[in-house]
């Protein structure tokens, strides 16, 4: 079992930066790979947008397209906790995030098995 906890989430204003952290608690499931997601206004409903994923070893990092070269991903192994910098937000970027552990990566929410509740961005323009 793997509890996630957001935090971090605004109101910011576009060209604005953000840091959002996620602290995991994984009891013996030991999750490999990190990933942050999104869900944008209207979409309820709808499978949540990869952003993001980091392996706890470090070997692998991936972005989405949309939000590559503005966003960083980041971990620090002695807290459990992983990070997400946003630079250069976009009202584009407006949702919840939310954090997911996976045993394998993936940028595909359904191969994540637990996630967090979720913390809102909105970006003004």
């Known amino acids: 079992q793997v509890q996630l906890v957001e935090s971090g989430g605004g109101l910011v204003q576009a060209g604005g930066s953000l840091r959002l952290s996620c602290a995991a608690a994984?009891?013996?499931?030991?999750?490999?790979?990190m990933a942050w997601f999104r869900r944008g206004p209207g979409k309820e409903g709808k499978e949540r947008e990869f952003?993001?994923?980091?392996?706890?070893?470090?070997?692998?990092?991936d972005y989405s397209d949309s939000v590559k070269g503005r966003f960083t991903i980041s971990k620090d192994n002695a807290k459990n906790t992983v990070y997400l910098q946003m630079n250069n937000l976009r009202p584009e970027d407006t949702a919840v995030y939310y954090c997911?552990?996976?045993?394998?990566?993936?940028?595909?929410?359904?191969?994540?098995?637990?996630w967090g509740q979720g913390t809102l961005v909105t970006v003004s323009s």
């Open positions: 997911a552990a996976a045993r394998y990566p993936s940028p595909r929410s359904g191969n994540y098995d637990y």
């Open positions: 994984d009891r013996n499931y030991n999750a490999a790979v």
């Open positions: 952003v993001a994923l980091i392996a706890w070893s470090a070997d692998r990092i």
